[in-house]
């Protein structure tokens, strides 16, 4: 890490404009929190393709997080094709997240509405149970998704 | 190869090179400031005070006696409570504060390597005390010359004796090192002085009433001389201190009461026992320096023994195992017990750093 | 690569036994945390790992095969104790120069620009610190030697929040440039799930987990069901239950997800698996205590 900045110091010259922060309650795993942030911030604009995330150093040293986690964060941008790591140089945006559709989002909701959410009300749950029981499902797809992940990801590299 | 001799080839091959002596000493004279001025200004002082006494001594040659001789009384005092004071205020505290206060976990956990901090350490201090207390016994000697036309002090008796120059640097030794040692067994600041001023005074007093006698006797019971009489003599003087029965034979014979207390008021056994050692004065008292310098040894090695070395020296660490240390099969065998997926994260950190 | 490796370590005092049989492999890089409630054998694990203590039977060695308080060890493992015991009488300038002569490697530029930064008094007699201030200088030192394994025991308690998300950037930063390893014991959750990749959870002297944190998620799950329809079930071990309930929350942990098929289970945090962990030990200890009553 100190390569780049002997040989690049213009790149200090160009703080990247995202700075993370970390919710500890949400349950929802740090290194998740840091790509959420990332594809909230492109979707709001806040990032363009060609921007640079922030370096490890500086993550850690701002929000005290364990320098893996950071790793894995960028590492899963760029599975996700989100960003691509130039060696010696830094971490850069290259695609937006691919958005969903207007189309696609009300079709969801509208299903969520008059599908799950009516089959809800009729068994008699109400707004609290609803939500809760949102809540667990969420975590729960998370997770799995997480943790399949992970074990694809460990599978490749053995 | 064995394992052992691998394994500390490759502790050689990954130590850096050791700190110089001259770093650990200037780090001693950072840690021990305080305790190091004390004991240098101590022996200055003491210096300074007998050098005061000698001046002051005032000999009335007519009758042979001091007009001050209170002033005598001063020195043996100074004389005998400045090994006492170092070991009690130098030496015991020494490591007993270390202990005490926690900070033993810095300083032994420091790149130095403990067994070499604690030798200059100590060596630093022997150094400072040898010094010191050399200077404190030219200024002993100069009062023995002003002292010269009396003899007041008989050169053995047991004041006289002791405060000898040279002797005087090895009991400071000594009391030093056993300080030292009772400190790292107590562990313990105020404790550790406590014990050490009572062992101390009990080995004064030992010496006092026992030890010294005895070593005379032992001294001229060792004497050989072309003379049958003072072998016999001295063989007297070895017999009648004790005979096992509480009874004061003197040449296989019982010797009354009575007859003790004459030649015990009188002396006599003095008399003997200093006319067949007179040739061997020095003698006896280098047996005696290295009686300290034995004590102040074993006070070392002892320290060092409680200071965690023991194992060390003693025994091989059971760390040093093939099994623990060529460890594939165990850690292989300890990540398939918790199972799963093994994060590569630790593994591919490397690869994806240089990308920020 | 291991950091720390212990095989059935075990240390009895006089009057307990702190440590039972643990064993251990931790990879280097890692930052470890300790956990467990008082007098579990934290620190003691901590000083066998410094050669501070001596096990009383079974090995430990660190940075592959270096015995514990050997020279090669002490040059490349150091060490920040509980509560920073410091010498209280000299000034923290002095105190640097004589850490800086004590090891073969020290980074007096480091030293000097990170006490600044915590805005600790070069001049200031030692003792007159705050117990924070202490702490940060005992850390301060310790990074300057530059080593590859770093021990910590408690090293936050005597912070205030500030110093201590402070004190934790620094670290990561620290770990992060230099690829160090950390081993640190800590009382708290939030700080430990945020900094560690690596968490070993001793209880009574017995190692409960030593796995990375990812792994203790994913091998931990929340069940509620009848504490009947656990049983029978392959490759699961119930953690914690509620005692005395037709049905419940069960904390139970497994690597074979498929076994918990057809029941009601959910991942959890590590707070709730390593509460579920305490709870169960002190379950024993006072099923135990009436034992023998």
Redesign the interface.
């Known amino acids: 890490m100190d390569i780049d900045k002997d040989s690049l110091p213009t790149q200090q010259d160009h703080p990247s404009p995202i700075s993370f922060g970390l919710d500890l309650r949400s349950g929802v795993p740090t290194y998740l929190q840091l790509v959420q942030q990332v594809e909230a911030a492109l979707r709001l604009g806040h990032l363009q393709v060609g921007d640079r995330l922030p370096k490890v150093k500086d993550v850690v040293s701002s929000i005290a997080i364990n320098p893996n986690t950071v790793l894995k964060a960028y590492r899963e941008l760029e599975i996700r094709g989100i960003t691509s790591g130039r060696p010696g140089v830094g971490t850069f945006i290259v695609v937006a997240p691919p958005t969903i559709s207007t189309k696609a989002f009300d079709q969801l909701r509208s299903e969520l509405v008059t599908g799950w959410l009516r089959d809800a009300r009729g068994v008699g749950l109400e707004d609290d149970a609803i939500v809760a029981l949102f809540h667990s499902a969420l975590s729960e797809s998370m997770y799995l998704a997480n943790s399949e992940g992970s074990r694809s990801e460990s599978d490749g590299d053995a | 190869m064995t394992a052992l001799a691998e394994q500390e080839s490759r502790g050689d091959r990954l130590r850096t090179p050791g700190v110089k002596i001259r770093k650990i000493v200037r780090a001693v004279f950072i840690r021990n400031r305080v305790p190091l001025a004390v004991l240098a200004c101590l022996f200055v002082a003491s210096a300074l005070i007998i050098h005061w006494l000698s001046l002051g001594i005032v000999v009335k040659t007519s009758s042979q006696t001091y007009e001050n001789p209170q002033y005598l009384l001063y020195f043996r005092l100074l004389v005998f409570s400045l090994p006492f004071l170092v070991g009690v205020l130098g030496g015991a505290p020494l490591l007993a504060t270390e202990y005490e206060s926690g900070t033993f976990r810095f300083t032994q956990t420091q790149g130095v390597g403990r067994r070499r901090l604690l030798l200059v350490t100590l060596a630093s201090y022997l150094l400072l005390l040898i010094a010191g207390s050399g200077f404190v016994s030219l200024a002993i000697g100069q009062f023995y010359r002003a002292d010269s036309p009396v003899q007041p002090m008989p050169i053995w008796a047991i004041g006289g004796f002791f405060s000898q120059p040279l002797l005087f640097v090895a009991m400071v030794v000594a009391c030093f090192c056993a300080g030292v040692f009772i400190g790292a067994v107590v562990r313990r600041t105020v404790a550790g002085i406590t014990a050490a001023v009572t062992t101390l005074s009990i080995g004064a007093l030992l010496i006092y009433v026992e030890l010294f006698q005895k070593s005379l006797v032992f001294m001229s019971s060792s004497v050989t001389t072309n003379f049958d009489s003072f072998q016999r003599h001295a063989y007297l003087i070895a017999d009648w201190v004790e005979n096992g029965h509480g009874q004061r034979i003197v040449n296989g014979g019982l010797l009354s009461p009575a007859q003790f207390q004459i030649l015990h008021v009188t002396r006599h056994y003095t008399f003997w026992v200093q006319f067949v050692l007179a040739s061997r004065y020095h003698s006896v008292q280098l047996l005696w320096a290295v009686i300290f310098l034995l004590i102040a040894v074993v006070g070392i090695i002892g320290a060092f023994i409680r200071l965690g070395g023991k194992d060390r020296l003693l025994t091989r660490p059971k760390a040093t195992d093939q099994s623990l240390r060529a460890s594939p099969s165990f850690s292989k065998g300890r990540k398939g017990e918790e199972g799963g997926p093994k994060s590569g994260n630790l593994n591919s950190k490397n690869e994806s750093e240089e990308s920020n | 690569m ?1 950091a720390l ?1 212990t ?1 059935k370590l075990t240390k009895a005092y006089s009057t307990k036994v702190a440590l039972h049989d643990c ?3 931790i ?1 280097q ?3 470890v945390a300790l956990v467990g409630p008082n007098g579990a054998g934290k620190t003691t694990l901590l ?1 066998i790992a ?3 203590v ?2 009383t ?5 660190v940075l592959d ?8 060890a ?6 920040v ?1 509980q ?1 920073a ?6 000034s923290v300038g ?1 105190l640097v ?9 020290f980074d007096r530029d480091f030293a000097i620009a990170r006490l600044k930064e915590v805005e600790v008094p070069w001049k200031r007699r030692v003792g007159k610190l705050s117990g924070g201030q202490q702490a940060q200088v ?1 850390l301060t030192l310790a990074m300057a ?1 530059r080593p590859e394994l770093l021990v910590l025991d408690e090293p936050t308690s005597g912070l205030d929040p500030l110093a201590r ?2 004190f ?6 620290q ?3 230099s ?1 160090m390893s950390v081993i640190f014991s800590s009382h708290s959750l ?1 700080e430990l ?5 690596y968490l070993v959870l001793i209880v009574s002297g017995e190692i409960q987990i ?3 944190l ?2 203790i ?3 931990h799950r929340v069940v509620v069901c009848a504490p009947g329809d656990l049983d029978g079930r392959h490759e699961i071990e119930v953690i914690d239950r509620q005692l005395d309930v037709r049905f419940g929350s069960h904390l139970v942990r497994t ?1 074979n997800m498929e076994t918990l098929r057809g029941l009601d289970s ?2 959890t ?1 590590l707070e709730e698996i390593v509460l579920g962990y305490l709870r169960r030990a002190q379950g024993i200890r006072v099923l135990e205590e009436i034992g023998r009553s």
């Open positions: 291991n490796t095989e064993t251990l492999a990879p890089g890692s930052v000083e410094t050669g501070l001596k096990a039977s079974g090995g430990a060695t095969g270096l015995e514990p308080g050997s020279l090669a002490l040059q490349r493992v150091a060490f104790a509560d015991p410091l010498y209280q009488a000299i002095s120069h004589l850490a800086e002569a004590l090891n073969p490697i005992a030697r998300q402070e934790l950037a620094h670290l990561m930063n770990v992060a440039t690829g939030a799930e945020r900094v560690a990749d030593a796995s990375p990812e792994e998620v994913a091998h690597r959910h991942a945090t």
